[in-house]
């Protein structure tokens, strides 16, 4: 397994991490204990979840529970700041709710530290600084190593950036945001911000939820327990048309070179410097192995640049 480094930082991760939001959602904890299992086997270092996941709690205790002793050995990065309960302290960004869900966090998970603490996403009724000054106090507790931000538009990430550098406070090492062949709105903005000031992109619906999996074939039956047949409406939109021909282009392209759409969705992500790790969801351990090996191809610069061409579409 390829290790790179996240952002400006030390820590080392996994090009290909796993995602945990499957955990307690979709699969209960006998699969859950699969998946991880095998992601630890193939060498994935960084598992990634958030306090809201399965059902507001779920995934981190159970990918805690999974982990077990093994969890000294890996980089779990967890998120805070979507709404845990109904009302206006159960969310954002303020000191008094951070320093809760901190320890909330740290208990579902059986850790007493946690690698990667994400903001989940910007809160526009708390002052950056406020939310800044918090996570450097965890960092200096030892309860987290490293900040990042997640959902953050480039302009955000720049003036958190910034108010760190004035203040000497802890900075964000990455970047979680939507971010796929489908999908590459974020190298408009928030890319050139993320290289500028240190962080690593960690690109989430790097498989566009299953469209670039493989599994779903223009004018073919849905497969049963694909989340985009699931999805309903919200899968639909995603099996649109254009989306088909983009991705039966992208299809010839990777079988041209022995390889498969999936190898291709990881193996384009995974190629890019900016990118730190391709948190893939999986359902079943087969996913797992098939996604670890696809993040082993690694494109050339000409490879890259005619997928890039093929897919611009902004
Ligand atoms: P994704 O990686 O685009 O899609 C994952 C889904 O595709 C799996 O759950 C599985 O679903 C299917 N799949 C995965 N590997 C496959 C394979 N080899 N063959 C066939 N199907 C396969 O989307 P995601 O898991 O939602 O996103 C990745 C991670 O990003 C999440 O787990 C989460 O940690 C994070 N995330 C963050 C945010 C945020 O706001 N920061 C938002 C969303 C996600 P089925 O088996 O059900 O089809």
């Not at 945990?20 to 060498?43: E, R, S, W």
């Not at 990634?48 to 990065?77: C, F, H, P, Q, W």
């Not at 955000?156 to 939507?178: G, P």
């Not at 391709?278 to 997928?307: F, M, R």
Request: proline residues 3%; contains cysteine.
């Amino acid at each position: 397994m390829r290790m790179k480094r996240l952002g400006n930082s030390g820590l080392k991760v996994s090009v290909v991490g796993l995602g945990c939001n499957n955990f307690g959602m979709k699969i209960d904890q006998a699969a859950t204990d699969a998946v991880v299992a095998k992601a630890i086997d193939l060498g994935i270092t960084l598992f990634d979840t958030a306090d809201v996941y399965g059902n507001k709690g779920g995934s981190e205790t159970m990918l805690g529970k999974a982990l077990g002793a093994r969890r000294k050995d890996i980089v779990l990065a967890t998120k805070f700041g979507l709404p845990m309960a109904d009302g206006d302290l159960m969310k954002g960004g303020s000191r008094r709710y951070i320093m809760n869900a901190v320890d909330a966090s740290l208990k579902r998970l059986g850790t007493d530290y946690i690698d990667l603490y994400q903001m989940h996403f910007p809160d526009p009724d708390t002052p950056i600084e406020e939310t800044l000054a918090a996570l450097d106090a965890l960092v200096r507790s030892g309860k987290v190593r490293y900040i990042g931000s997640s959902n953050f538009a480039g302009w955000q990430l720049t003036e958190a950036w910034y108010i760190a550098n004035e203040r000497n406070l802890t900075k964000f090492v990455s970047a979680q945001n939507h971010y796929n062949l489908l999908d590459r709105k974020i190298e408009q903005e928030l890319v050139p911000a993320a290289k500028a000031y240190g962080a690593s992109i960690l690109p989430y619906f790097p498989l566009a939820s299953g469209m670039l999996t493989g599994k779903y074939r223009r004018g073919a039956d849905l497969p049963n327990d694909g989340r985009l047949t699931q999805w309903g409406e919200r899968g639909k939109s995603i099996l649109s048309d254009a989306n088909f021909d983009l991705v039966e282009k992208l299809t010839a392209f990777a079988e041209a070179r022995g390889h498969s759409l999936l190898d291709l969705a990881i193996g384009w992500l995974a190629s890019q410097p900016h990118v730190g790790s391709v948190i893939a969801g999986a359902t079943k351990p087969e996913q797992v192995e098939q996604n670890v090996k696809a993040g082993a191809w690694e494109l050339d610069a000409e490879e890259l640049a005619e997928v890039s061409m093929m897919s611009f579409r902004f």
